[in-house]
């Protein structure tokens, strides 16, 4: 009742604009979220009003396709990986008027699984859906190979991607994930590894610790309070390395937590211990 009542307002708030301003007489039905949560093992996502979403198991590739239509989604094709059986998420459109969700699976992940517990799409509001996967896909998921811990305590703030940069206003590519967290509240080894650099960055960063690991990638840990280790020292998965702050370009005390491989910045999220797979789609 809720919604419908919301609706009207927007509808008629909308109208009454047009003969203002040029304000679309008709709000466009958004894609509001899109996640993978893994210790449901389920997949949820969300429009700003109903929607009758279109589900279909295409083989080669495996992959799940949801087709929203009348959602709209203005962004560009996004993606993210995810892990080794459920490889990645992606958002983007399959025209104007339909918004298209893909679950990519791995080309070694056997869809037969589904013969036997077909996949459901169920409705919690007529704008809130969730897939459940099978068993067989579920212990697929938890395999996924993670060899970092969270760095600190608190939820994300921002994820790995193209995003307005909340400080410059820009659109740029966000080479980390944030975490939210208290000043103050102790910055963690991913992994165990040798202090590579530590010190002051210029370019926004602020106080930062950098960590080399065994496999030659490397973490790096921005806007600490206190940096507590120094250069060429041993670390140990879990060790305090710094504490939060917001120094450098930062809007608030947080964590700003990146992962280079081959001296390329990846998303973080893959590797870490997060049950939650988020789509970034908000800031579009
Ligand atoms: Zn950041």
Redesign the pocket.
């Known amino acids: 009742m809720l919604n419908f009542d919301q609706k009207k307002l927007i509808g008629s708030a909308a109208i009454f604009l047009a003969g203002i301003v040029s304000v679309p007489a008709v709000q466009a039905n958004r894609l509001e979220s899109f996640m993978l949560d893994k210790s449901r093992n389920r997949i949820e996502f969300s429009t700003q009003d109903q929607v009758e979403p279109r589900g279909q198991i295409i083989e080669n590739p495996p992959r799940l396709v949801i087709d929203l239509p009348g959602a709209t989604y203005s962004g560009p094709t996004v993606r993210r990986n995810v892990g080794s059986m459920v490889q990645s998420l992606r958002v983007g459109r399959l025209d104007s008027l339909t918004t298209r969700l893909v679950v990519e699976f791995s080309p070694d992940f056997n869809l037969n699984a589904l013969d036997e517990q077909p996949l459901k799409m169920v409705a919690k509001s007529p704008s809130r859906w969730s897939i459940q996967f099978p068993s067989a896909i579920a212990t697929a998921i938890q395999n996924t190979a993670m060899s970092f811990i969270m760095p600190t305590v608190g939820g994300i703030s ?1 994820p790995f991607g193209w995003r307005i940069n909340p400080v410059t206003g820009r659109r740029q590519l ?1 080479k ?1 994930i ?1 975490f939210a967290a208290p000043m103050g509240a102790p910055i963690l080894a991913a992994s165990e590894g040798i202090v590579n650099d530590v010190g002051w960055d210029d370019g926004g960063y602020g106080n930062f610790v950098e960590l080399r690991h065994t496999d030659g990638s490397l973490t790096m840990y921005a806007h600490a309070s206190r940096v507590i280790v120094s250069k060429g020292q041993q670390v140990s998965q879990g060790q305090i390395i710094a504490e939060v702050g917001s120094t450098g370009r930062s809007t608030g005390p947080h964590l ?1 937590f990146e992962v280079v491989i081959n001296k390329q910045a990846v998303d973080p999220s893959p590797f870490l211990h997060s049950d939650l797979v988020i789509m970034n789609i908000a800031s579009r």
């Open positions: 921002s966000h980390g944030d700003h």
